[in-house]
């Protein structure tokens, strides 16, 4: 394992000595983590060299190392720099908020934010409609819902890109026992 890359027990360590979440916070993190695993292991499946797991798994239990308001990514990102982890900041950075080219393979970055975008608490849900809700709560202000709608065209890239590799339905695979 890469040195700056923590292990599961590491991480466990960190979520719960270091950062201290609520349990409600744990669950969904682990539940991150199994929709990011699941729809890693897949893809790693079919390619000839496919994504790091290590980083896949760090990513989504420590993504949400800032809680869940207001820049929450960008701040999960600079304590996790703190700590010595780049790979895994540049996840967190990414999870909430994350451009998208056709062109290049789905990466850990992608997997991990796709994952992110399946959970909701302690269930998993589908892409559309984690947008779909917010979307709807937001209706008043024209702003956020803009800015809803340009996130879910991307996550909606993303979902389409794993689902034509994998040939599979993701919310499908999120659930599917590996």
């Not at 719960?16 to 790693?44: C, H, M, N, Y």
């Not at 909430?96 to 269930?123: G, N, R, Y």
Request: aromatic share 6%.
């Amino acid at each position: 394992m890469k040195k700056n890359i923590p292990s599961e027990e590491e991480c466990e360590r960190l979520l719960t000595e270091v950062f201290k979440l609520p349990e409600d916070q744990l669950a969904s993190a682990r539940l991150v983590k199994t929709v990011a695993l699941r729809i890693g292991r897949d893809l790693k499946w079919l390619r000839d060299s496919g994504p790091n797991i290590s980083l896949i798994k760090a990513g989504a239990l420590l993504c949400h190392v800032a809680g869940h308001g207001p820049n929450h990514d960008k701040l999960a990102g600079i304590k996790l720099r703190k700590l010595g982890y780049p790979e895994v900041a540049d996840i967190a950075d990414t999870h909430w908020e994350l451009d998208f080219s056709e062109e290049l393979p789905v990466s850990e970055k992608e997997i991990v934010f796709i994952a992110t975008k399946l959970v909701e608490k302690d269930q998993i849900i589908s892409v559309a409609y984690k947008y779909d809700f917010k979307i709807e709560a937001a209706k008043n202000n024209p702003q956020e819902v803009a800015d809803l709608k340009r996130k879910k065209e991307i996550a909606m890239k993303i979902k389409t890109t794993i689902e034509h590799e994998t040939e599979k339905n993701l919310e499908e695979l999120a659930i599917a026992e590996n």
